[in-house]
C-alpha cells in the first residue's frame, strides 16, 4: 500500500476541520486525523464552540475503518503520527489541553499546519509537546490553513473582525427603485445561498436608513445554522424601538465600528447596508471581501449599486440569479 505524504493527510485535517464552519465561533476551524502503519486509526474536528476540540474528538475514540467496530487496546495511539491544522492548545480552557492529551496516548510525531497566535497558546503547545519527546513538524499547507481560518487570524493579528460586504444589484446596476418601499431583487435561490452566509459569519450590519425603510430581521430563516448577531449602525438614534437580541452602534467611523465589535468578541461581519453605510466600508479600504446577488431585473432608474471596488486584495464572488 502506497504511503500517502504529510501533505495528503493535511488535506484531510483541512476538509474535516470545514465542516465545523458557522459552528464554533469565536474558536477556529480545527481538524485531526491520527495515522498509524499508513492507516488512518481515528479523525475528528471541533464541532461546536464549547465542546471538544479536534484533537480531544479524534483521540478519545478509535474506530476500525474496515470492520467499524471500536479499538479496545489502550496503546493503540502508542508511536502513531497526529495531523492537527492549528497547534494543539497548552492550556485549559472549555475542556482541559489537547497538549496533554496527545503525550497521554503515546503519540509519536505531530504534524501542523499553522501555529497559533492566540496568546494563551503561541508556541506553547508545540513546547510542551517537544519536551515530552514528541517530534514536531510545522507549516505544513500553512497558506492553506490560513485560508480556512481567515476570520480566526484576521481577528486575532489585526485586531478587528474579517468584513465581508454584501449586496444584491440588478443587471443595470440598481439597488432599489425609486421610492422608500421595500423592494426585493434577488430569487429563492439565491435567498438560500445568502441566509447560508449568515450563518457561517459572527455578526451582520445595517444603517438606520435601512433599518427605519425595511425592517430587516436579519437571522438565517431560510437556511440551517446559527444566526449571527444582528448590529445597527445608528449613531443619531433614529430607531426608537430596537429588538432585544439586536445589538446597537452609536459611533462615526468605520475605524470605531470595528473596534465595537472586536471588543464584543465578534469574528467576522458581513456588512448589508444600506448605500451610505457600503460606501463608507469601500471608502476606508478595510474590508476583506465583497459578494454581490445580481438579478436579471432591469430596473432602469433607482438607487445605483456601490461600484465593484478593486484594489485592495480581497476576494469577490458575484452569484447570478
Not at 426585493?184 to 438560500?192: E, V, Y
Not at 426608537?240 to 470595528?258: A, D
Not at 479600504?285 to 459578494?291: F, K, Q
Amino acid at each position: 500500500m502506497q504511503q500517502l505524504s504529510d501533505e495528503q493527510y493535511m488535506q484531510r485535517c483541512l476538509r474535516l476541520a470545514a465542516q465545523g464552519l458557522g459552528r464554533t465561533r469565536p474558536n477556529p476551524l480545527v481538524g485531526c486525523v491520527v495515522v498509524k502503519n499508513g492507516i488512518i486509526i481515528s479523525e475528528g474536528y471541533h464541532q461546536q464552540f464549547g465542546h471538544n476540540h479536534a484533537e480531544r474528538n479524534a483521540l478519545l475514540r478509535c474506530v476500525n475503518g474496515s470492520s467499524g467496530s471500536r479499538y479496545d487496546d489502550k496503546d493503540v495511539f502508542r508511536g502513531a503520527t497526529l495531523y492537527v491544522n492549528l497547534e494543539p492548545c497548552s492550556h485549559y480552557g472549555h475542556t482541559p489541553p489537547c497538549a496533554d492529551l496527545i503525550i497521554e496516548k503515546g503519540i509519536k510525531r505531530v504534524v501542523c499546519c499553522n501555529d497559533d497566535p492566540n496568546s494563551l497558546v503561541d508556541g506553547k503547545g508545540f513546547e510542551k509537546l517537544q519536551h515530552a519527546g514528541i517530534e514536531v513538524k510545522r507549516h505544513v499547507l500553512e497558506k492553506e490553513g490560513r485560508e480556512l481560518n481567515r476570520r480566526f487570524f484576521t481577528y486575532m493579528e489585526q485586531h478587528r473582525p474579517y468584513v465581508i460586504l454584501k449586496w444584491a444589484e440588478s443587471a443595470d446596476g440598481y439597488m432599489a427603485p425609486c421610492g422608500d418601499s421595500p423592494y426585493w431583487l434577488t430569487t429563492p435561490i439565491q435567498d438560500r445561498i445568502n441566509h447560508k452566509w449568515r450563518t457561517e459569519e459572527a455578526a451582520i450590519v445595517v444603517g438606520s436608513e435601512t433599518y427605519l425603510r425595511d425592517k430587516p430581521r436579519l437571522n438565517a430563516r431560510h437556511f440551517c445554522g446559527n444566526n449571527p448577531q444582528p448590529v445597527l449602525i445608528d449613531r443619531r438614534c433614529r430607531v426608537n424601538t430596537l429588538p432585544k437580541n439586536w445589538m446597537r452602534l452609536t459611533v462615526g467611523t468605520v475605524k470605531e465600528v470595528l473596534q465595537e465589535l472586536y471588543k464584543a468578541h465578534l469574528q467576522s461581519v458581513i456588512v448589508e447596508g444600506g448605500r451610505k453605510v457600503l460606501d463608507a466600508f469601500i471608502a476606508s479600504g478595510v474590508y476583506d471581501e465583497v459578494r454581490v446577488l445580481r438579478s436579471k431585473a432591469l430596473l432602469g432608474n433607482g438607487l445605483p449599486a456601490p461600484k465593484i471596488p478593486v484594489g485592495n486584495g480581497s476576494r469577490l464572488t458575484v452569484i447570478e440569479a
